[in-house]
């Protein structure tokens, strides 16, 4: 089955510096790839996603790009603010008509004024 | 607009005792999931129900019992509960082709 692998496990950055987190997966037939970011005591939501036929996606100043024959994605945010201090999980599925999502363990990240 | 909604979000169990997680959605979605979300392990994949009638075996299943209800409700069951069971559980929902997963608000549950 699938395996997915996210580093770092932690990550503490200055408020208006980059962050990334990276992820690798096992099963080269996955082709949906969602971040999920999840607030102390929250539920995980949504935040960005990429499909396979994508290379890169931007929503503001969040992106997520993808190299599928190297099987790892990653997620970049810019110019960090405190309020995206939170978990950040990414995960891999591949589209069988629902999504059976298999996550990654997740990078708490830390944004210090 | 409930979305997906969990009950308890707070529960402590004794060894042994049984309980049952209530899940509900509103948005008409086919697929629901139970995740159990621990320190450093990240959301693991408890069961699913693909759609009305059908249940799965996820990563995590033992110890672990689901009936999918209705299109709107998926419970989760604990026979018999043990320590390693204490958890924050994650329901959560989704509608194809838009990949997108719901989650409810979580279960904290304590196993003493």
């Known amino acids: 089955g699938e395996n997915v692998e996210q580093h770092p496990s932690t990550l503490s950055v200055q408020e208006g510096d980059s962050a990334v987190i990276k992820c690798t997966y096992s099963?080269?037939?996955?082709?949906?790839f969602p971040w999920y970011k999840q607030e102390l005591g929250k539920r995980p939501q949504l935040i960005i996603d990429?499909?396979?036929?994508?290379g890169e996606k931007k929503d503001q100043r969040i992106a997520v790009t993808l190299n599928k024959t190297a099987k790892h994605f990653s997620l970049h945010i810019t110019e960090t603010q405190p309020e995206d201090s939170a978990v950040y999980f990414c995960?891999?599925?591949?589209?069988?008509?629902?999504?059976?999502?298999?996550f990654g363990t997740g990078t708490r990240l830390l944004v210090s004024p | 607009n409930a979305g997906v909604t969990q009950t308890p979000k707070f529960q402590v169990l004794k060894t042994g005792q049984s309980m049952t997680l209530q899940c509900a959605q509103d948005?008409?979605?086919?697929?629901m999931y139970w995740y159990r979300q621990d320190p450093g392990m990240g959301l693991r994949l408890i069961y699913y129900?693909?759609?009305?009638?059908?249940?799965d075996k996820g990563e995590v299943p033992n110890g672990y019992n689901v009936s999918r209800l209705n299109k709107r409700e998926f419970s989760l069951r604990l026979e018999s509960a043990a320590p390693s069971q204490t958890s924050v559980y994650f329901c959560?929902?989704?509608?194809?082709?838009?990949?997108?997963?719901?989650f409810g608000q979580g279960t904290r549950l304590t196993v003493v």
């Open positions: 995960a891999a599925s591949r589209n069988t008509g629902f999504q059976k999502l298999v």
């Open positions: 959560a929902s989704s509608e194809a082709p838009v990949p997108e997963a719901f």
């Open positions: 129900s693909a759609s009305e009638g059908t249940t």
């Open positions: 990429i499909r396979s036929n994508v």
């Open positions: 948005m008409n979605h086919n697929s």
């Open positions: 099963d080269s037939a996955s082709n949906y």
